[in-house]
């Protein structure tokens, strides 16, 4: 049987999980490759780990809400991210949920 400790570790990656994909839309209303993005995001206070990011990316981009190019910057290719016209609208709709959810919440939860 799970502990506590383990059971609010599981708890707390399914609340971040729907979070952090709505702070990476967000975070890509601007231009970012990977590492620009990670710090923007933990400039924030939303921290991300490499293996949990990049997949999200790529699975954004199949979704078709973000595009995506190859570029040379540094002397390095790095693949650039940022919202494509779909990514920007559902944004706009994901953003409304969030706000009529948390609204919800703090009515529950008394805050």
Do not use: C
């Not at 383990?6 to 707390?12: D, P, T, V």
């Not at 933990?42 to 999200?56: F, K, N, R, S, W």
């Amino acid at each position: 049987m799970a502990n506590d400790t383990e059971i609010f570790e599981g708890l707390r990656q399914e609340l971040r999980r729907g979070s952090l994909i709505l702070a990476v839309l967000g975070q890509l209303r601007a231009e970012h490759y990977g590492y620009t993005l990670r710090k923007a995001l933990a400039d924030t206070g939303v921290e991300i780990d490499e293996g949990a990011l990049y997949p999200m990316l790529r699975r954004l981009e199949t979704q078709g809400l973000l595009t995506s190019e190859w570029r040379e910057e540094e002397k390095r290719n790095k693949r650039f991210y940022r919202l494509s016209p779909l990514g920007t609208e559902t944004l706009a709709r994901l953003i409304v949920e969030w706000r009529a959810l948390n609204q919800s919440l703090d009515g529950i939860l008394g805050t």
